[in-house]
């Protein structure tokens, strides 16, 4: 028989807001406090104590309008954040600080999250949506050039640009964007070039979520219907269905692969947290624990994989902390 699912490690109570982004912060090489990141629908970021369990700084920059994408660039000390506000803010948390060092104002109103990526030391590609609807544009930070912007063919119409994802296969190869788009494609963009790929169908609904692990050249996305659509990119750069997995109830928010490429997890609109294994999709755990829409789900950065975390955080305005599956 099964083992039955567990309960949550820890909870951590506070935002007052419902709860739209998570992003940790743990590895790295001084064995400081591992911190979590989380972004409000009240505009706040609150930095939480992941020994104490409490609220070390609440930071307040997007004018009390929600937060939906927070990353670290490099280091704690160092955050990028976005809000409805039509703003990404670049922030300086060192020796205490709380200001906003630099911000991007954004023409595009969606939900679409940025995308980061480190290129080179204290150099970033960052991909966000753009004025005009179907569009995407790449900024390199922190001198915010634009490097291009990725327009669809005349015709396309894939709508809005929904959920981006930055990456490249080694250090100094050329990047590349998985861009998840409203009419249900998955579009693979040259990021030099400006050119699209290859272009995948993989839903009915537009795409909230996707998630790709470069190493095996395979990515996940989900929507608000019944179905994961995994996929692969073959050696002629194509996208292809690699195979869909039937859910229980409909509607993802968020999907992420472990860093270590076992295992990911989903955020769903039942209120459930659902864990699969990466290699085969099995299914492995529904952690249920919320009593309303699960927005957003981050893996920690634990260098040792036995204090790895899995975070939660919902419109029930908690963030559930789970450690599972942490000895594979």
């Given at each position: 028989?099964?083992?039955?699912?567990?309960?949550?490690?820890?909870?951590?109570?506070?935002?007052?807001?419902?709860?739209?982004?998570?992003?940790?912060?743990?590895?790295?090489?001084?064995?400081?406090i591992p911190l979590l990141f989380s972004g409000s629908e009240n505009g706040f970021i609150h930095v939480w104590n992941l020994k104490t369990?409490?609220?070390?700084?609440?930071?307040?920059?997007?004018?009390?309008?929600?937060?939906?994408?927070?990353?670290?660039?490099?280091?704690?000390?160092?955050?990028?954040?976005?809000?409805?506000?039509?703003?990404?803010?670049?922030?300086?948390?060192?020796?205490?600080?709380?200001?906003?060092?630099?911000?991007?104002?954004?023409?595009?109103?969606?939900?679409?999250?940025?995308?980061?990526?480190?290129v080179a030391q204290g150099r970033w590609l960052m991909a966000m949506a753009a004025r005009s609807l179907e569009e995407v544009q790449i900024?390199?930070?922190?001198?915010?050039?634009?490097?291009?912007?990725?327009?669809?063919?005349?015709?396309?119409?894939?709508?809005?640009?929904?959920?981006?994802?930055?990456w490249q296969l080694s250090c100094g190869s050329q990047p590349v964007l998985l861009a998840g788009y409203e009419d249900g494609s998955v579009?693979?963009?040259?990021?030099?070039?400006?050119?699209?790929?290859?272009?995948?169908?993989?839903?009915?609904?537009?795409?909230?979520?996707?998630?790709?692990?470069?190493?095996?050249?395979?990515?996940?996305?989900?929507?608000?219907?019944?179905?994961?659509?995994?996929?692969?990119?073959?050696?002629?750069?194509?996208?292809?269905?690699?195979?869909?997995?039937?859910?229980?109830?409909?509607?993802?928010?968020?999907?992420?692969?472990?860093?270590?490429?076992?295992?990911?997890?989903?955020?769903?609109?039942?209120?459930?947290?659902?864990?699969?294994?990466?290699?085969?999709?099995?299914?492995?755990?529904?952690?249920?624990?919320?009593?309303?829409?699960?927005?957003?789900?981050?893996?920690?950065?634990?260098?040792?994989?036995?204090?790895?975390?899995?975070?939660?955080?919902?419109?029930?305005?908690?963030?559930?902390?789970?450690?599972?599956?942490?000895?594979?």
């Amino acid at each position: 028989m099964a083992l039955p699912p567990p309960d949550p490690q820890f909870v951590l109570r506070g935002t007052s807001a419902a709860v739209h982004t998570l992003h940790f912060s743990c590895g790295g090489p001084e064995p400081d406090i591992p911190l979590l990141f989380s972004g409000s629908e009240n505009g706040f970021i609150h930095v939480w104590n992941l020994k104490t369990h409490r609220v070390d700084t609440a930071l307040d920059g997007h004018g009390r309008k929600s937060v939906y994408c927070v990353e670290t660039m490099g280091g704690k000390d160092r955050l990028l954040s976005q809000g409805r506000d039509q703003r990404i803010c670049l922030w300086d948390l060192a020796e205490g600080r709380t200001s906003v060092m630099d911000s991007v104002f954004m023409e595009h109103v969606g939900f679409c999250r940025c995308s980061l990526l480190k290129v080179a030391q204290g150099r970033w590609l960052m991909a966000m949506a753009a004025r005009s609807l179907e569009e995407v544009q790449i900024l390199e930070l922190p001198s915010k050039t634009s490097v291009c912007t990725l327009k669809p063919e005349v015709g396309a119409k894939l709508g809005m640009p929904m959920c981006l994802k930055l990456w490249q296969l080694s250090c100094g190869s050329q990047p590349v964007l998985l861009a998840g788009y409203e009419d249900g494609s998955v579009v693979l963009w040259n990021v030099s070039t400006g050119k699209a790929l290859s272009r995948l169908i993989c839903h009915q609904e537009p795409v909230m979520s996707l998630d790709f692990d470069s190493e095996k050249a395979k990515g996940i996305s989900g929507s608000s219907e019944k179905v994961l659509s995994i996929w692969s990119l073959n050696e002629q750069q194509n996208l292809q269905v690699y195979k869909t997995h039937e859910l229980v109830n409909a509607g993802i928010s968020d999907i992420t692969i472990r860093p270590d490429k076992k295992i990911l997890a989903t955020a769903g609109w039942d209120h459930r947290i659902r864990i699969f294994g990466w290699k085969k999709l099995k299914p492995l755990a529904v952690l249920d624990y919320h009593t309303a829409t699960v927005h957003c789900v981050s893996f920690s950065d634990h260098s040792n994989p036995r204090e790895r975390l899995l975070a939660a955080g919902s419109k029930d305005q908690r963030i559930s902390v789970w450690s599972i599956y942490a000895q594979t």
